[in-house]
DNA sequence: CATGAATGAGCGTTCATTCAT
DNA sequence: GATGAATGAACGCTCATTCAT
């Protein structure tokens, strides 16, 4: 047999992308490595070329989603303050699921339930994202902007809340992103009491 | 001379609770059914006497705390009506899960991601309640003790919330139950802006 | 498909029997499982329920086919002193691996160059049968029967004498049986400076 | 201004060392070409540009060293004649094993239970030295120095009992080399009835 | 000549499921 | 009803070999 390469370099990312696509249709005990292998158009040598195993492969999507929602938090609150960075943190985290569906399916589904390798990512991630939601909301109580709340409940409550909203979504469809923006925005800041000031933002 | 004989319930809760625990320990794919087999002191056959497949007796055990958790939200919020069922309704799902930590383990994170028999059960309890809580809100709403909100949203949202707390607390033991109860239910409410009168249960 | 169980209690034996055929003709490496389940007319399970992994079963059979050599010659020696005893131990481990062709060769030839967890086994039988016939000869030498010799090197090379002559003869099926059995043991005895008697034995 | 050009020999002789150490110590199947290749600070492809294969590339190990002893033996009888000639092949073998430990283990040890290829190989060069040895120790038959012999079984004892302390002394270093050139030579001789005489080399 | 990413046939092992006793 | 030896399809992973650069 011939090596056939189109693109030499990009071996590694068609492995990515045919993974991704397999594990959060899937699952991750229903993905054959073979099906990755033959949606990617790679074999199965190169997928241990670039991966330690089928276990290292699916962290690193997982990772590599992380890092993003990361990144994109932490570009949005850049310039923000009090409950307005809470806001723009709690918005860019669903916009960005929203706009990377199976992304993130891969985190809120598939990475569930599975042994002690994986497990501690999800709630890692989760942890992280509440953490940092915890350290704002606290600033804001301080800064007298709204009235003191148990901020690692709530920290929690908002992720669990938006995490549940996304997967329905993710399965569904439903209920359609604008509703899904102009409702669930809103209930987490009234329940700590905090009101929008109508046309802001 | 009477012989022993097994009581066949008395074996088929064997396995259960042997099903329960590793299930609950190990998550479903983890689990062999020897480890049920050795821990229930019984045997390969029995299982398979009892449960058509090692999915329908994980799916047992789902099913039974499901029908637990129906039966009590069902008595609690039998003479309750408005608001006050809505909270009643909140209050005992939280409730329930807190006493049952390694039933709540398995529906809400061993039953996650697994493949399409399973993850229906799941979200089909998720949805199930979800949408019991949907209807309260709407005459909530309709009997203007609040404001009109996206009910479909909120009931999601609130599942979520609901779960996420209690996930994090099946696994780390924090924050501790009252705290728990006395964060997370007015949050809920709060966010439809359902403020709970002082002194009130 | 339907389970033939012909024999059930043999089933282990019949593991083994194909085992030591097929390892023997082909060595460890070359060996299929496969080959030995169809050899066997078991399954896969089978062996797998019988012994924990390829290596160990190879490892059986090494085992069992030395601990048969240690009953021979422990049987043989029982009542003999001296040199007699000497030569009874060697004619002994000549005669046991003429008689099994197929062990001896696992033994002497199939166990050799494996890793770690073989390679001292063929070592440890050697060694445990040098040192045997090491302490045989001092006690000659201490009773006078034949002069002082450096019995940790000569017990070696006499392993080595007999295996290298015996694993021609499982190769190439030369020189026949008498003509080893004729010309080795008298070799051996006359490197010491032991001379048999005519007609004796 | 030259370019740096590598030596071609210089890569296969880098080859051929870390092939050599790996090999020896490793033996053949649980060497890696990838052990070879970081060993040897060269890469896949040249192995395979020097060596049409691993097989290929550990006979040539094989050889390499089967030639050696060869030389040595040759050069070391060549002004000899009877028992004197008998002697000195036996001596330089035993003492050209000494001084190559690693050859001399992949020769007598990994070689040893490899598939058809190889297998011919080990037992083509014992028998080429026993061969050459039976031949000189019939001559000394007929030159009336030692009474009559099975040259064939006596030549293949002697090969195994040298390689069979050689082994030993690979392994665990003992008898030290002098006790075994003391030990093992006089035995060898003296299984023949030959006695040297005292003083003589 | 050298390089190393890519290949894929091949194999050991697992484990849910069966059924004769 | 209970038992557990037997089954075999299925899968993750290895590693010698190739060849475009």
Redesign the pocket.
Same mark, same amino acid.
Request: charged share 30%; no cysteine; proline share 6%.
């Given at each position: 047999?011939?090596?056939? +390469?189109p /693109?030499?370099?990009?071996?590694?990312s068609r492995i990515l992308d045919a993974a991704l696509d397999v594990f959060s249709r899937k699952g991750y005990?229903?993905? +054959?490595? /073979?099906e990755i292998?033959s949606e990617s158009?790679?074999?199965?040598?190169?997928?241990?070329?670039?991966f330690?195993?089928?276990?290292q492969?699916f962290l690193a999507l997982v990772d590599q989603f992380a890092d993003l929602l990361e990144r994109r938090v932490t570009e949005a609150i850049a310039r923000a303050s009090g409950m307005a960075r809470v806001r723009l943190a709690l918005e860019t985290v669903i916009a960005t699921f929203s706009k990377y569906r199976r992304p993130a399916k891969i985190l809120l589904v598939q990475a569930v339930g599975l042994g002690a390798p994986f497990e501690n990512k999800r709630n890692a991630v989760t942890d992280h994202f509440a953490q940092m939601i915890a350290c704002y909301l606290q600033e804001a109580i301080d800064a007298g902007e709204i009235a003191p709340v148990d901020v690692e409940v709530v920290s929690h409550a908002w992720m669990g809340a938006i995490y549940n909203v996304i997967v329905r979504w993710v399965y569904t469809g439903e209920p359609e992103l604008p509703r899904i923006m102009a409702g669930l925005l809103p209930l987490l800041l009234r329940s700590v009491g905090y009101e929008e000031k109508i046309g802001e933002q």
């Open positions: 047999m011939t090596h056939f +390469r /693109d030499p370099e990009n071996t590694r005990h229903d993905t +054959r490595l /073979d292998v158009t790679t074999s199965k040598g190169s997928i241990y070329f670039h330690p195993n089928k276990e492969l």
